[in-house]
């Protein structure tokens, strides 16, 4: 039942977005990163890349993808040949208001996506490889430019897993249900 409510007001608020009037002026971004996960079930921290692109208007809203892939995100048992997570989400994204808005830009996200965590063993007696997990990610940073097209932006957000399915077993003993972890990032911004 919760995660129809949270379906519907994703529907809701996608609703909103598509029928408010449309900006004066748009900026596109496009933002590759270096990044690292730590805490819940990323036992180490680890690193990940990746890039997020999206829309922001000229005044509070935005949406962007974001795609990151850490391949050492479990630790290594001796036995593991892979053990990476792969996260791909689409978000909200609002602009928190201030004065000298073009150059530095705070905001939070958070929107729902796709989380891939990947484990297998030598000769794949043991696998976790096609199993993508429905996640939500939520969080917030800053962009500072250093002219109208290029700038730097961090941020730090968190991932959490959703709802438990029955494909869910596996022989790692992962409850995919729960997966849940941290990732810090900082990455170059282009805007045009």
Same mark, same amino acid.
């Given at each position: ?22 900006? =004066?002026? !748009? &900026?596109?971004?496009?933002? $590759?990163?270096?990044?690292? /996960?730590? %805490? ?6 680890? *690193? ?14 935005? =949406?962007? !993808? &974001?795609?990151?892939?850490? $391949?050492?995100?479990?630790? /290594?048992? %001796? ?6 997570? *792969? ?106």
């Amino acid at each position: 039942m919760r995660a129809v409510h949270s379906s519907g007001l994703w529907v809701l608020v996608l609703v909103l977005v598509l029928v408010l009037p449309a900006p =004066a002026r !748009a &900026d596109w971004t496009v933002s $590759p990163f270096l990044g690292g /996960q730590m %805490g819940g079930d990323a036992l180490h921290k680890n *690193t990940a890349v990746g890039i997020s692109g999206g829309w922001t208007s000229g005044g509070w809203l935005g =949406a962007e !993808a &974001d795609f990151s892939w850490a $391949p050492q995100f479990f630790e /290594q048992s %001796g036995f593991t040949t892979e053990r990476q997570v *792969t996260t791909f989400m689409g978000n909200l994204v609002v602009a928190i208001p201030h004065g000298g808005r073009d150059m530095f830009q705070p905001y939070v996200s958070g929107g729902l996506g796709l989380i891939r965590p990947t484990l297998s063993e030598p000769g794949g007696i043991f696998a976790l490889t096609d199993k993508n997990k429905l996640g939500a990610d939520i969080g917030g940073g800053a962009t500072v430019f250093f002219n109208r097209s290029v700038g730097v932006r961090g941020d730090v957000r968190y991932f959490h897993g959703l709802h438990e399915q029955d494909s869910d077993a596996n022989a790692f003993n992962l409850d995919l249900a729960a997966f849940h972890f941290w990732r810090t990032s900082a990455g170059l911004v282009v805007r045009f």
